[in-house]
């Protein structure tokens, strides 16, 4: 069973940029098919994802978030990363980081769709607040 664990600061300034890690153990991110995503749930909404990064190291994103994010990662530590640029109190939310066998080409499309039985793991999720 792969576990990950989310890790980054709470509170994030509006206009600046959030950052958040995701520790994988039980398993590598390297791992043929394996796909690496970050997902997140903003108040009274249901998750959204927001990108992933699959075992070569080739990103994907949603479009609606493409030009302010990046999904990185670090082999050495087991770890993938994510960065939101300009934020604003609208991307106030739980962030979850989640991995999957494949990825469900829906996700790439734009719309709302999100089956949490898209995902074999989840991180237990961390609340990042935008606010001044």
């Known amino acids: 069973q792969v576990l990950l664990q989310e890790s980054g600061p709470g509170l994030v300034k509006p206009s600046q940029t959030l950052s958040l890690a995701c520790t994988v153990s039980?398993?590598?991110?390297?791992?043929?098919?394996?796909?690496w995503s970050w997902i997140r749930q903003s108040p009274g909404k249901g998750r959204k994802w927001m990108g992933a990064?699959?075992?070569?190291?080739?990103?994907f994103y949603s479009p609606s978030l493409r030009s302010r994010t990046s999904i990185s990662r670090d082999t050495s530590k087991n770890q993938f990363s994510l960065e939101l640029s300009s934020v604003t109190p609208e991307d106030t939310a739980v962030y979850y980081c989640?991995?999957?066998?494949?990825?469900?080409?829906?996700?790439?499309?734009?719309?709302?769709?999100?089956?949490?039985?898209?995902?074999?793991?989840y991180g237990q999720g961390t609340q990042v607040t935008v606010s001044s």
């Open positions: 990064i699959d075992y070569q190291g080739n990103n």
């Open positions: 039980g398993g590598s991110i390297t791992s043929i098919a394996y796909y």
């Open positions: 989640a991995a999957s066998v494949g990825l469900v080409t829906t996700y790439l499309s734009g719309s709302d769709y999100f089956n949490g039985g898209d995902f074999a793991s």
